[in-house]
DNA sequence: GCTAGTTTGTGAATCAATTCACAAGCCCTG
DNA sequence: CAGGGCTTGTGAATTGATTCACAAACTAGC
């Protein structure tokens, strides 16, 4: 399979989520033209990011609704349900937990880790904070699947590298800095500061 | 001025990171081969990037180090301190709200938002938090350059319409949802369920 | 079941970003 | 101050992403 690029990856996000919202409201059908102009794209991009995976539309008509959805959810991985860990409980910690967003989309956060005696046995939001000491046996037994780093800029190397050599393959990183991991590991950075730099260039 | 890819812009926002780094370390000079390295891209990416702005090197020798630095804050816009307010009080909020990475960068927060009286008139994190129905009065004010939104999708439309009636022009989305603005303001979002099927779809 | 009216799926064309490759410029050494 | 060794800045070439445009396939109305 042809390699896919990141900006289709997003647009079939946020194609979903405008599916879902279709979905509440009852729609049966629903055309390229108009998933477009609700996501602000045109309808041949989207007819273009949906064919790198197959056709799931009906010329004369458009795509089935709920069809799409479900093809899309199987195409992003939202079919099973993953397990998140979350790296860090402090502030940023805390919000990643309460984050109704995730819930909702499948993904299950197993536990907190942080270093801080003060921290760990409470519970943030409903999950437990465990000893960071704890990751590797936890890791083999319980085997999450993504890893969330939540600490500031100057352990969050050490901690990829740990939580990478406890077999995790795919980490979310909000800590600003630039991380370097193995190449079968997928490694995200949301970097705010950078984010604001955008918008000031733009002023 | 040719238009700015932004693929460039965030680049540039990378290499001032690693300047600075550099900086500390007391390095005078760096050629763009090496800056290439410390950030995964190639040195004609550097070059290029640069070039965009004007020309910054020496040839033989590479460039200055506080010199560039300084060029790319320039261009970044941050050489001035910029005043953000923070719409929404909760977990995010605060998270924001403690947040070094801003403060280090020139982003001075002047005040966050809410609506919940629970909230309104402690503090957060040092941050006063306002009554939202003084918004406007407060923006006509201190005009604030930047707001972020740092509240449930359900209202994050309305507090977008809110803060750029109020007259801010650049604005950072923490909400989930995709929102819709005038030409002239620039809306950043940060979707961090979008993020992790962007990880999904990697495994 | 034929025709008019839609809308898909996809090669071809265009537009944008990245990489190549090299002349021009600078430092250093002798 | 001439020559060797680097490194920049930038057109040209390449690679990648988006848009165009149209044949093929479907629905609905009659």
Same mark, same amino acid.
């Given at each position: 399979?042809?390699?896919?690029?990141?900006?289709?990856?997003?647009?079939?996000?946020?194609?979903?989520?405008?599916?879902?919202?279709?979905?509440?409201?009852?729609?049966?059908?629903?055309?390229?033209?108009?998933? $477009?102009?609700?996501?602000? &794209?045109?309808? $041949?991009?989207? *007819?273009?990011?949906?064919?790198?995976?197959?056709? =799931?539309?009906?010329?004369?008509?458009?795509?089935?609704?709920?069809?799409?959805?479900?093809?899309?959810?199987?195409?992003?991985?939202?079919?099973?349900?993953?397990?998140?860990?979350?790296?860090?409980?402090?502030?940023?910690?805390?919000?990643?937990?309460?984050?109704?967003? =995730? *819930?909702?989309?499948?993904?299950?956060?197993?536990?907190?880790?942080?270093?801080?005696?003060?921290?760990?046995?409470?519970?943030?939001?409903?999950?437990?904070?465990?000893?960071?000491?704890?990751?590797?046996?936890?890791?083999?037994?319980?085997? /999450?699947?993504?890893?969330?780093?939540?600490? /500031?800029?100057?352990?969050?190397?050490?901690?990829?590298?740990?939580?990478?050599?406890?077999?995790? *393959?795919?980490?979310?990183? =909000?800590?600003?800095?630039?991380?370097?991991?193995?190449?079968?590991? &997928?490694?995200?950075?949301?970097?705010?500061?950078?984010?604001?730099?955008?918008? &000031?260039?733009?002023?």
């Amino acid at each position: 399979m042809k390699r896919i690029a990141d900006s289709t990856v997003r647009r079939l996000s946020i194609y979903l989520r405008f599916l879902e919202e279709f979905e509440e409201r009852g729609l049966a059908t629903v055309s390229s033209d108009a998933l $477009a102009r609700r996501g602000g &794209t045109t309808s $041949a991009q989207v *007819r273009k990011d949906l064919s790198f995976f197959g056709s =799931f539309g009906k010329r004369g008509l458009g795509y089935s609704v709920p069809e799409l959805a479900t093809a899309l959810r199987e195409i992003l991985g939202l079919g099973k349900e993953w397990r998140v860990v979350i790296i860090g409980a402090g502030k940023i910690g805390a919000a990643l937990a309460q984050y109704r967003g =995730f *819930r909702q989309r499948g993904f299950h956060i197993v536990a907190a880790y942080d270093t801080n005696a003060d921290k760990i046995g409470r519970e943030l939001e409903g999950i437990q904070v465990r000893n960071m000491n704890r990751l590797e046996a936890d890791v083999a037994l319980e085997r /999450p699947d993504i890893a969330v780093l939540a600490i /500031p800029g100057e352990g969050a190397q050490a901690a990829l590298d740990r939580v990478v050599r406890a077999g995790i *393959r795919a980490v979310l990183n =909000f800590a600003p800095v630039q991380l370097s991991a193995p190449a079968d590991v &997928t490694v995200k950075t949301v970097n705010m500061a950078m984010e604001l730099e955008g918008l &000031t260039f733009a002023l």
